[in-house]
Each structure stands twice: as C-alpha cells, then as structure tokens.
C-alpha cells in the first residue's frame, strides 16, 4: 500500500488490510496527536515541581529521570489508542527505553560541553568537529535502535514494514530542521512549541495508517461477489452515494420503526448507476438478525458478478445498527492518506499561528527541558 498511490484504499479488498481502517484513519490521528500532546504537558508540568528537586544537582540524574518519565507517560497515553490494533503492552517499556537512552546521552554530551565552556578551554577546530560527530553518529544510533524495538513490537500484527526501523530517524531529522528554522524570522509567526509536541506524533500517526495488519485466518477478509466487485474510485460520487444510502436507511427505519437488540455490522454497496443495495452480514450475530434492520426491505434483488465487465461499479460501507445510535454509515473510501498528512500539519501550523495571534504559547512547554529540543524519538 502506497501512501502517494490514489487508488490504495478505494479496492474494498486492500482496504479491510489495513491496521487502521480508512473511515478511523481521521479519528486516529487525531486521537494520536492529542494524547502524545498531553502527555508531554503532563511530565512538564511533573517537573515544575519540588518532586524531583533533589536531581538537579546532578544534572546527568536529573535527565534521565525526565527521560523515564516522560517517556512512560507518552508510551502509555500512546498505547491507549494503540491497544485496539497493538494489544501488547510493550510498546509503553519501548517508548520509555527510547526516551530514557536518548536523555541519559545528550545528559552527557551536555555535561561536556558546560565542562569546556565553564574552564574556558580551547578546542582545536579537529576536536571541535570530532566531539560534534560522535553526538551527532550516536544520536543516529539511538534512532535506529528505536525503530528496530518499535518495529520488533509491531512485528507480530503487520506484515511487510522493515521501513519503520528508519521512522524515529526521520522524526529526528524533521526535529533538527524544525530547531534551525524556529531561529529565523519567517518562522516567528508560528508557535514553535505547539509544532515540537504535535509534528511528531502526527507523522508517526500517519504511518501507521500505512501499515497492514497480519490476519490470522482467511475468515477474516472479505472475500464474497459484492466484496470483489469494482470499487466505485471517485470521492465526492462515494459521498453522494453515501448520503443516498443514509435517506434511505433514516425512511426505513422511521415507516417500520426498527429497533435493534444489538449492535449489527454490514457490508453495504450501492450501485453508481441506479442506486441498487446489495449487502452482507459481517459476522454470524448479524446474520441472525437481519430481520430487525431496514436492508431487507431497502435492498433490491440485485446480482453481483464480480468477473463479469457489465457489472456496475459498487460504493461500499460498513454500516452498523445499534440500540442507541440507530445506524451509523462509514464510508470505506476516503481522501488519499497523503491528503490526511497535508491537511494535518496545515492543521498543525494553523493552530500554532492562531496561538501567536491570541498570545497563547506553548514555546516554553517544547523548551523548558533540554531533551525536549533534542533528538526527541517518539
């Protein structure tokens, strides 16, 4: 699946592999961003307390513990959207092992150069440079050790994702870029410190959406006529379909007064040329009560030939009764997963501009620590 190819979600067949189905991709994100956020907040807002005043002492000490912390509270606000799709608990002891790493070595390059700059000591421009290359070969180092361990927990639910192994170096690369633009001018009408504790995240939301998750059976893919057949690829016909499909759903619901003892899930196409339903329960409790939902009487006898080249093209969804919220209907064609990135870190800078305009700023949030500016791995 291809983050830049228009077409890698409109086949229902590669959409339902995905880790992140396409309709949760937006709730996801979002719901990622937000938690990292809070996270980081939380442990600033931890460390401008008298708890740890006793580390500042030893400044070594003191980040390390800021590292264990922080990254504990980020591993576990993360692992709680995550668990859904990543049930083991690890990812959390990662995320912490990556933060705690990444502290305790910048702790002690920091150490050094406090040590040469308090004793006025001259560096040769060869040292000088020498010292600059280590930090910079050992902070690579740690990234790609934090993708492996990332990706050695992702391991048993994706298939195919060596790739993440370099996720956290990018993360680290965007990080260095967005401390050297924070300096220039242009650059002052947005708030950095909303941008460090949100673009990270973010990026590593929207690769997940790109993952695909390991099915444990055949039974679990989709595999049937209206399943196989040809997806309807045009985004604004699909919500067209969509709000066709909703009208009529929301009238059959109201003329025979449906009520649902449960919740019910279907796979529902509609056909782009003359509006005809076709559906398939999407497990055996739904099989069982088909009676109790409007697709009987909404759908037409409708033949699907998945091979045969007249068959209409079908918009597919999952539509899902309940005894409270009535019907819902998730469209399994979205926008392009590149256009959720674009719209997100628009998002993103727009939020940051908007908190310079209201002076609110988060910039002593992403600075009050040194790690924070750091090569921060998510």
Not at 139 to 168: C, D, E, N
Not at 171 to 199: C, E, K, N, Q
Not at 217 to 229: G, R, T, Y
């Amino acid at each position: 699946m291809s983050l830049f190819n228009p077409t890698d979600s409109y086949s229902f067949l590669n959409a339902q592999k995905c880790l992140i189905e396409p309709f949760e991709r937006l709730n996801f994100i979002v719901g990622f961003i937000l938690l990292s956020a809070s996270a980081r907040i939380i442990s600033t807002i931890f460390f401008l307390s008298e708890i740890i005043t006793y580390a500042w002492g030893n400044p070594i000490l003191y980040k390390t513990v800021a590292g264990f912390v922080t990254g504990t509270l980020t591993g576990v606000f993360q692992w709680l959207i995550l668990r859904q799709y990543i049930p083991s608990c690890k990812w959390i002891v990662v995320v912490a092992i990556n933060f705690v790493l990444t502290a305790f070595i910048r702790a002690i390059f920091l150490s050094r150069w406090i040590l040469i700059i308090s004793s006025n000591i001259e560096l040769l421009p060869t040292k000088f440079w020498l010292i600059i290359g280590a930090e910079i070969i050992i902070s690579i180092g740690l990234a790609l050790l934090a993708g492996y361990l990332q990706w050695y927990v992702l391991r048993p639910y994706i298939v195919k994702a060596r790739w993440w192994i370099f996720i956290p170096l990018t993360v680290m690369l965007v990080s260095g870029l967005i401390f050297i633009l924070s300096a220039h001018s242009y650059f002052l009408i947005f708030d950095m410190g909303i941008v460090r504790l949100t673009i990270f995240p973010a990026t590593q939301a929207i690769c997940f959406c790109i993952l695909h998750k390991k099915s444990l059976n055949d039974s679990q893919i989709m595999e049937s006529p209206l399943a196989k057949a040809s997806d309807v690829s045009d985004y604004w016909k699909v919500r067209k379909l969509r709000n066709i499909l909703n009208k009529i759903l929301f009238n059959r619901c109201r003329a025979d007064r449906c009520t649902f003892t449960g919740k019910f899930k279907y796979l529902v196409g509609v056909s782009e040329n003359d509006f005809a339903i076709a559906y398939e329960p999407m497990n055996q409790t739904s099989l069982d009560n088909i009676a109790q939902t409007p697709l009987l009487a909404a759908s037409k006898c409708y033949s699907i030939n998945s091979n045969s080249k007249d068959t209409a093209r079908m918009a597919k969804f999952q539509v899902e009764f309940s005894p409270f919220d009535d019907f819902k209907i998730c469209s399994w064609r979205t926008l392009p997963l590149i256009w959720f990135g674009i719209i997100i870190y628009i998002a993103i800078l727009l939020v940051s501009f908007l908190a310079i305009l209201s002076g609110v700023s988060l910039w002593f949030l992403a600075n009050l620590l040194p790690y924070f500016t750091a090569n921060l791995l998510i």
